[in-house]
C-alpha cells in the first residue's frame, strides 16, 4: 500500500504550530513619524487578513475542501499521492502528503509534514509565534491604532499550520484510507511573509520610539517586551522566507531588530524601576521579604520612599472559634496593591487569606505567616509578569 512507501514527517513534538494567520498584499508600510508608522503598519496586518479563509474542522480552509470534493469516492489514484512533485513543481510549490483512516486527520497530517519540510529552524520556534498570537489576540497591537484585528486573531487561533498553506486537493482510495496534499505557492508565499515581516517591523519602531519619560515606566517596560516578542516571531518568518526561496524579497534580516536585544534593554528599564514595599502588621518582615523575592525575580529594585510605583499590603489575624476544638485556629488576610503614585491609580489589586490552627495561639499565628508567605512566593512573581507582559501600550 502506498501508505507503507511514504515517510510521514513528525511534527514538532506532536503538538500544532499556531500561526499568525493575515493574507493579502498590502503596499509595505512606511513614514517618517512614529505614530504614522504604528498606524500603516496596524492597517497593512488587518489588510493582508482580508484575503484568506478561515479553516473548517480545525485543519483546511472551505474552499480547499469544496474544491477537492470530486475525488471523495476512490477512482484512480492521483499522481501526487506518491509524488506530490509531478504535480506541483518544485520551482514554484511547496508541497507534503498525509495519509489517515479519516479526511480530517489526513489533512492535518498534510499541514504537519508540509511545516516540517521547511525544517528545525522554524519547528523550534514554535513558541516564539504561539507568543506572538497571543499578545496579538490580547489586544496589544490593536492598542496601537483604531483597526480591529479580531478577524486575524479569529482564524490565527484556528489554524494549525504555516500561513498560507492550504489542502489543495484530496482522495479517498475506497478502502480504508484518506490522503490529502497541502500547498504553499512560492510566489504568494515571498509576499505574504515579505508584507507581514515589514508591517511587524513598523510595529516595534512604533513601540519602541518614546521619550526617556515614557521610557523608565512600567508601560516602557511593557512596551519593549512586547517589541522583542514581535521581534521572535519575525525570525521565523524570515526563514520561510528563505526556505521558499525568497532572495528578491528585499528583507534585510541583517538590519531586523533581535528579540534578545529587545529584551535586555528591558531589563534595563526595569533595573531603573524602584518599587517601595510595605506591609502593615507584619512580623519580622516576613510578607515585605516575599513581595520584595517576587519583584527582583522580575528584574525591579525594591525599595525607595520616593519610587513612583509602590506596593502597598496589609496583613490582619482574627481569632478562629470551632466548636468542640482544642487547638485555637486564626484566619490570616494579605491584601495588597501595587500603586502608581503619580497617578493614584491601582495597578495589581492582590488578595489571599486561609485559616491555620495548633494546640497553642501564636504558633497558629506562626503557621498563618507562614503559608500566607509561601503563597506570596508561589503566586505574586507569575501575577506580577502576567500583569506586566500584558500590559498593552497607551496611545499617545
Not at 46 to 73: L, Q
Not at 298 to 323: C, D, H, I, K
Request: with cysteine.
Amino acid at each position: 500500500m502506498h501508505k507503507m512507501r511514504m515517510a510521514v514527517l513528525s511534527f514538532a513534538a506532536g503538538g500544532a504550530l499556531l500561526w499568525s494567520s493575515c493574507a493579502g498584499t498590502p503596499a509595505p508600510a512606511a513614514g517618517p513619524g512614529a505614530e504614522d508608522a504604528e498606524r500603516k503598519a496596524a492597517a497593512a496586518v488587518n489588510a493582508m487578513n482580508g484575503g484568506r479563509n478561515s479553516t473548517s474542522g480545525g485543519s483546511s480552509s472551505s474552499s480547499s475542501r469544496a474544491s477537492s470534493d470530486g475525488r471523495a469516492g476512490g477512482g484512480a489514484e492521483p499522481a501526487w499521492v506518491t509524488a506530490p512533485d509531478s504535480v506541483y513543481d518544485r520551482g514554484n510549490y511547496v508541497a507534503a502528503v498525509g495519509y489517515a483512516p479519516d479526511r480530517n486527520t489526513a489533512e492535518k497530517n498534510a499541514l504537519a509534514n508540509l511545516t516540517a519540510l521547511f525544517g528545525q529552524s522554524i519547528q523550534g520556534e514554535a513558541a516564539a509565534v504561539t507568543r506572538y498570537s497571543e499578545v496579538v489576540a490580547n489586544g496589544a497591537v490593536k492598542a496601537l491604532s483604531d483597526t480591529s484585528f479580531d478577524s486575524a486573531i479569529k482564524t490565527s487561533v484556528q489554524l494549525e499550520s504555516l500561513v498560507g498553506a492550504e489542502i489543495r486537493d484530496y482522495w479517498y482510495d475506497g478502502a480504508s484510507t484518506h490522503y490529502a496534499v497541502a500547498v504553499m505557492e512560492r510566489g504568494k508565499t515571498a509576499a505574504l511573509y515579505t508584507d507581514m515581516i515589514r508591517s511587524n517591523e513598523d510595529i516595534i519602531t512604533g513601540l519602541v520610539n518614546m521619550k526617556d519619560s515614557e521610557k523608565n515606566s512600567l508601560d516602557g517596560y511593557s512596551r519593549y517586551i512586547l517589541a522583542a516578542t514581535i521581534a521572535d516571531a519575525n525570525r521565523v518568518f524570515a526563514n520561510v522566507l528563505s526556505v521558499v526561496g525568497a532572495s528578491n524579497s528585499g528583507i534585510n534580516t541583517a538590519g531586523m531588530r533581535k528579540g534578545d536585544d529587545l529584551r535586555i534593554e528591558a531589563a534595563k528599564i526595569a533595573g531603573n524601576i524602584p518599587i517601595s514595599v510595605t506591609v502593615t502588621g507584619d512580623r519580622a518582615d516576613r510578607l515585605k521579604g516575599a513581595f520584595a523575592a517576587a519583584i527582583g525575580k522580575q528584574g525591579f529594585r525594591s525599595g525607595g520612599a520616593s519610587s513612583r510605583y509602590a506596593l502597598n499590603a496589609a496583613v490582619t489575624l482574627a481569632p478562629v472559634e470551632l466548636p468542640n476544638q482544642q487547638n485555637k485556629f486564626v484566619r490570616y488576610t494579605v491584601d495588597a496593591n501595587l500603586v502608581d503614585t503619580s497617578t493614584g491609580g491601582v495597578l495589581l489589586p492582590y488578595a489571599i487569606n486561609g485559616r491555620e490552627g495548633h494546640i497553642s495561639l501564636p504558633e497558629a499565628e506562626n503557621r498563618a505567616f507562614a503559608a500566607a508567605e509561601r503563597k506570596i512566593n508561589g503566586e505574586y512573581g507569575k501575577l506580577l509578569s502576567d500583569y506586566l507582559g500584558s500590559l498593552l501600550p497607551k496611545k499617545r
